[in-house]
Structures are given as structure tokens and as C-alpha cells.
T-cell receptor, first 114, second 112 residues
Framework: EPEVTQTPSHQVTQMGQEVILRCVPI?????FYWYRQILGQKVEFLVSFYNNEISEKSEIFDDQFSVERPDGSNFTLKIRSTKLEDSAMYFC????????????FGNGTRLTVT | DAKTTQPPSMDCAEGRAANLPCNHSTISGNEYVYWYRQIHSQGPQYIIHGLKNNETNEMASLIITEDRKSSTLILPHATLRDTAVYYCIVRASGGSNYKLTFGKGTLLTVNP
């Protein structure tokens, strides 16, 4: 069964550094998403992406964040200057359509900012 | 997005059916009910979704009331591996707002 894959599984970075989290969505999916989950808290929506554009973003997704689909298979989340509070699990998801098709999630990247 | 209400926790004996309730009284006519679960810190796992009719797949059954204001997820024969947080989510429709919004969910503990 096709699945969403994320790399790396764990990323440690120093405060102020840039990080790029990578995701390979399911191949025939057209809609892409990033979520995050701070330890012990809810899964929070960050951004949705379709047709090479951001469809919707949350208040969390400020100017420090950006997304890109650079080559038709990868979907990346960049954090320009990491802060301690960016430490979280980051989940990528994809779906075939935008209502009657479930989102399928990867197993996440654990980002630790020191 | 329409809000959902779920009990914070439930227990179930292994081998018995687990029935997880969800209230979504403000759901709109074209909004779907989705169920996901999350085991430890793994990515949320899709279980099932529906609009009006009851649905069944290899994992679970979804019963939606006729007025669509509530639903129940049924795991017919719960195992220890079904211990997880279960999320009931109403998915907005139309326009650019089609994300899933996760609440706190129900922590289901399956006991031996």
C-alpha cells in the first residue's frame, strides 16, 4: 500500500539555524499538508498546498516557514531561523482530493531545537 | 469548522467491541465525518469516513445518526494494539478550507 514517507525521522538543530523537512507524498495525490504536534499537545494544522500554491495557512505558519514542491515528487517544509518553541513532531500528509478523500499521514520528523 | 465533542478517555476489554461516541451537532449538510487514530507519537492513521450512511471497512464501522448530529466508531473486536487516541473530525467543504482540524480526541485503552 502506498504511503507518505518523511525524512529525516529525527533532526537536531541549533537555535537560529535553518532546517528543511522532506516528504514524499503518495504519487497520485494532488493536495499536500504539513501539521505539527508539540509534545503532549494536539496535532495542529500548519499549511495546505495545491497546484503549487498555498491554499490555506494557520497563524503558526508565519514568515519563518515556507513550503515548496521542488521536483514533482518531494514536498518540503523550511524553517528559516529555528526557535526553541519549534521543537515538535512535524507530519506531512497528502490526499487525492479535498473533501471525500482521506489525508494520509507520514510518521513524522521529530525536530529538536537546542 | 464544525466542532466535535468526544469523551476524553474510555476503557475496553480485549476482544470486546469498542464503541467510541462523537457529537457534532453543528455539522453542515455536505460535511463529512472522519475518524483517525494516533498511536504514541506516530502519524495519525486514517480509519474511516462517511457523509450520511453507515460505513464499514476492514478496520471499523461508522454509525451516523439520521440527523447527522452524532456518530459512533465501532471497533468490533478490540486488541491491545488498538490502544490509541481516536479523533472524530468534521471536515469543512468547499473553497480553500479543506484541512482536518484535530481536537483532543478520546484515549482508548484496551485492557487484557
Amino acid at each position: 500500500e502506498p504511503e507518505v514517507t518523511q525524512t529525516p525521522s529525527h533532526q537536531v538543530t541549533q537555535m537560529g539555524q535553518e532546517v528543511i523537512l522532506r516528504c514524499v507524498p503518495i504519487s497520485n495525490h494532488l493536495y499536500f499538508y504539513w501539521y505539527r504536534q508539540i509534545l503532549g499537545q494536539k496535532v495542529e494544522f500548519l499549511v495546505s498546498f495545491y497546484n503549487n500554491e498555498i491554499s490555506e495557512k494557520s497563524e503558526i505558519f508565519d514568515d519563518q516557514f515556507s513550503v515548496e514542491r521542488p521536483d514533482g515528487s518531494n514536498f518540503t517544509l523550511k524553517i528559516r531561523s529555528t526557535k526553541l518553541e519549534d521543537s515538535a513532531m512535524y507530519f506531512c500528509a497528502s490526499s487525492r482530493d479535498r473533501q471525500n478523500s482521506p489525508l494520509h499521514f507520514g510518521n513524522g520528523t521529530r525536530l529538536t531545537v537546542t | 469548522d464544525a466542532k466535535t465533542t468526544q469523551p476524553p478517555s474510555m476503557d475496553c476489554a480485549e476482544g470486546r467491541a469498542a464503541n467510541l461516541p462523537c457529537n457534532h451537532s453543528t455539522i453542515s449538510g455536505n460535511e463529512y465525518v472522519y475518524w483517525y487514530r494516533q498511536i504514541h507519537s506516530q502519524g495519525p492513521q486514517y480509519i474511516i469516513h462517511g457523509l450520511k450512511n453507515n460505513e464499514t471497512n476492514e478496520m471499523a464501522s461508522l454509525i451516523i445518526t439520521e440527523d447527522r448530529k452524532s456518530s459512533t466508531l465501532i471497533l468490533p473486536h478490540a486488541t491491545l494494539r488498538d490502544t490509541a487516541v481516536y479523533y472524530c473530525i468534521v471536515r469543512a467543504s468547499g473553497g480553500s478550507n479543506y484541512k482536518l482540524t484535530f481536537g483532543k480526541g478520546t484515549l482508548l485503552t484496551v485492557n487484557p
